[in-house]
């Protein structure tokens, strides 16, 4: 998408790794960050979201971080497991008010 | 409580033939959108939605127009589909950012 990069493009690891996948956007109005998973087949999904009045946000083993002063946010996961293999999307907003979404991440969990 | 409801599941056209996929959600959410994804690509905006009564144009609206019929349904027609808008075509809605997608419609342009 516009002004926004995500990497890395596709990220193998073991079971039981960690994983994390960083977004840069250029919007300084960007005040949402979200991140999206979209398993093979099936329709995008939103995982974990934060505000820009906030610096970290943790659900079980997800958790985003936001860095608004180098303008990237991160998707951190923890004890990978075989249904965490998907792709991964940050989706900030731009000047439109809409998402735009990163070209995406290919998660792979090995057994 | 459906959420997002995109039909058809499946479409083949021929160039040049006209179609209308229809969306509709029952989550009472003002701003709805219309993406494609092209294989083992990432989601590009066709146009959005903010409420009911306005539209407005993504990054691919080229080929596309839209009809926001009321505040449960958003319209995308090809007027005249080309090969390049083979795509999958996921519509979404929304209230506070956070998206909603439909289940999606593969659409081949043959």
């Known amino acids: 998408g516009e002004n926004v990069e995500q990497h890395p493009s596709t990220l193998s690891v073991q079971e039981g790794d960690s994983a994390v996948i960083k977004c840069t956007y250029s919007d300084s109005a960007s005040n949402y960050f979200p991140w999206y998973k979209q398993e093979l087949g099936k329709r995008p999904q939103l995982i974990i979201d934060i505000r820009s009045n906030v610096g970290e946000k943790k659900d079980q083993r997800i958790a985003v971080t936001l860095n608004k002063t180098a303008k990237h946010f991160s998707l951190h996961i923890t004890e990978t497991q075989p249904e965490d293999s998907a792709v991964y999307f940050c989706?900030?907003?731009?000047?439109?008010?809409?998402?735009?979404f990163g070209s995406g991440t290919r998660l792979q969990v090995q057994p | 409580n459906a959420g997002v409801t995109q039909t058809p599941k499946f479409q083949v056209l021929k160039t040049g033939q006209s179609m209308t996929l229809q969306c509709a959600q029952d989550?009472?959410?003002?701003?709805m959108y219309w993406y494609r994804q092209d294989p083992g690509m990432g989601l590009r905006l066709i146009y959005y939605s903010a409420s009911e009564g306005t539209t407005d144009k993504g990054e691919v609206p080229n080929g596309y127009n839209v009809s926001r019929l009321n505040k449960r349904e958003f319209s995308l027609r090809l007027e005249s589909a080309a090969p390049s808008q083979t795509s999958v075509y996921f519509c979404a809605s929304s209230e506070t950012q956070k998206l909603f997608f439909g289940s999606g419609t593969q659409l081949s342009v043959l």
């Open positions: 989706a900030p907003p731009t000047g439109r008010r809409a998402l735009t």
């Open positions: 989550m009472n959410h003002n701003s």
